[in-house]
């Protein structure tokens, strides 16, 4: 086999020698997408709280508990369920890790998947009054300073409908298990930051900043709707630049 094949193996055989049969659950992909909102969630909160001093910990933990409460009592008990209840359900857990160009081609098109979905799905949100009345309103009720949290102050049918539409690319197509992990993770943590509040210079050249997505919940014109990647918004004539003005980086 070539360098290329073997790169990723150490990582895949480490992965089924910790985990072993839990690789094939659901838990482990829903684990991949909360590590992703956790990693970056916890992050910045220390950020916010103990370097730029933005929030005090109350206000942090207030959000976090607006936004989080709910949604991780559904993680414990979906992944209880995982545990105890048999399901007919499972994951394809092949011995052999992707290739380097497979795991890459498949990451690059599940954030570009992820992006043009979740863009049109967000676009069709800001133009139903009454689902941005009763359902999008939730998330636009924080306005700019956001906090990291933010990003999961949703309602539950927007919460299960963004889940779809951000990883709608490991649904529809078959892609290795362990690109699939990294990739859910990778696009939720980018959701998050995109909810962060700071610049982060060279972050904000490839992902949606911080800075244009504060544009977002303060235009009643929807702008800069993608929280991923400008590539639709700068398509369909949604992007607006940020106006420069001073932000905190972390």
Not at 48 to 60: C, E, F, G, W, Y
Not at 73 to 84: G, H, I, N, R, S
Not at 91 to 110: K, M, N, Q, R
Request: aromatic content about 14%; proline content about 8%; charged content about 10%.
């Amino acid at each position: 086999m070539t360098t290329n094949e073997l790169v990723l193996q150490p990582v895949w055989d480490f992965l089924i020698a910790t985990l072993g049969d839990a690789l094939g659950s659901p838990g482990f992909l829903l684990s991949a997408v909360v590590l992703g909102i956790f990693v970056p969630g916890v992050a910045f909160s220390i950020v916010d709280i103990l370097i730029t001093k933005r929030l005090t910990p109350r206000a942090s933990l207030a959000v976090y508990w607006r936004a989080m409460k709910w949604y991780m009592t559904f993680y414990v008990v979906a992944m209880l369920v995982f545990v105890y209840v048999p399901l007919p359900l499972g994951l394809d857990v092949p011995a052999i890790a992707p290739t380097l160009g497979e795991f890459s081609i498949d990451l690059v098109l599940y954030f570009l998947l992820g992006e043009f979905a979740s863009y049109v799905w967000h676009r069709a949100e800001h133009s139903s009054k009454w689902y941005m009345k009763n359902v999008h309103a939730v998330h636009h009720g924080d306005h700019p300073p956001l906090s990291i949290w933010t990003a999961m102050v949703v309602h539950p049918v927007e919460g299960f409908s963004v889940f779809l539409f951000f990883h709608i690319y490991g649904v529809l197509f078959p892609i290795h298990l362990l690109t699939f992990a990294v990739a859910a993770f990778a696009l939720t943590a980018v959701t998050m930051v995109t909810h962060s509040g700071y610049n982060i210079p060279l972050y904000d050249r490839l992902f949606a900043s911080s800075a244009g997505h504060d544009h977002h919940h303060l235009q009643r014109r929807p702008t800069n709707i993608s929280v991923v990647l400008t590539i639709c918004d700068r398509l369909f004539g949604t992007f607006l630049e940020p106006r420069p003005k001073p932000r905190p980086k972390p």
